[in-house]
């Protein structure tokens, strides 16, 4: 059965699904690497929220504010993502988020999850940075029970605010070391280049943390070499546009540098035309170790299963890439080499019991 995508009719189709597949893309096991808790921040629970709070949600109805996610670049999302999250205030508003991603994931075959949040967006308004980590690593800590799926926190810092608010921020996290792997770097990329953080990355890694960084989604492959020289990311987050240095690309592949891609959203944001021009099978035949993930899930039309299935459909992807990319995820995580095996395992049992 083929079934139209959802939140796209009105804005850009970007996918067709069909999960009767023989690799079902719900179960097969895989590992989430670039997800921003804020971004599955469905409307429904973004009006359940501003009621408990007492705020206005800025829309009529639920679906007048689905109908404003028709975006033309970055900028014009992170306009409206940042808008969303403004009810959350409470440690409750952030388990009740962080708790729903996680739920979907499951349900789509998530058994690990490397999860972005932005702390700057919720201290500039007065919450506790306490407040944020306390909600959202209670809602880890009950998943891993409940719903069997193991997660890391990452922090990003806004590349749009300066330097010296990443560095203060920086500080407040340092006390919580224990519960947040590594630090990021997100938003508006174009005219903030990886450059302008070098110092808070040495302070970060100085004090035990992983560095990843969003390079190569709307800026140009110099940010890709940056975020490696610079910040030492051990992650580039999207890097689409890095196939537009061959030398990068030769690099990127020498030293299996994960890239976590996101279909959805590069077409959601006009990085790429469409699904159909999706570079990720050119950089998977370039040898390229790159992963699939969701970015912003409620805000672009589906969840990581749903990426896999769109990019199956319009790539004309293997099973054997298909296998590759769920691997890939869990290569490229932080989880330590043991449990990586255990979970490449899975994948094998998984595929075997599907194709006998
Ligand atoms: N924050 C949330 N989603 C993002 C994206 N796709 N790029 C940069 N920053 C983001
Ligand atoms: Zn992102």
Redesign the pocket.
Known sequence: MTIACCACEKARTVHLYNFARVIDLRQLPKAELHV?V??TFEPELIFTIAERNGIDPGYASVDALRAAYNFTD?QS??NV?YAGMRVLRTERDYYDLATAYLERAAAQGVRHAEI?F?PQAHTDRGVPFATVVAGLTGALEAARERLRISAHLIL?FLRDLSAESAMATLEVAIPYRNRIIAIGL????VGNPPSKFATVFDRARAEGFLTVA?AG?EGPPEYVWEALDLLHAARID?GVRSLEDPQLVERLRRQRIPLTV?PF?NVK?HVVADLAHHPLKRMLDAGLLATVNS??PAYFGGYVADNFAGVVAALGLSDSDVIALAKNSFEASFVDDAKKRVHINEIDHFTAATSS
């Open positions: 921003h804020e971004g970055l999302f992170l993502y972005f932005d990003c997100d938003s508006a990329e969003h989604e999207h996101c959203s944001l970015d912003d």
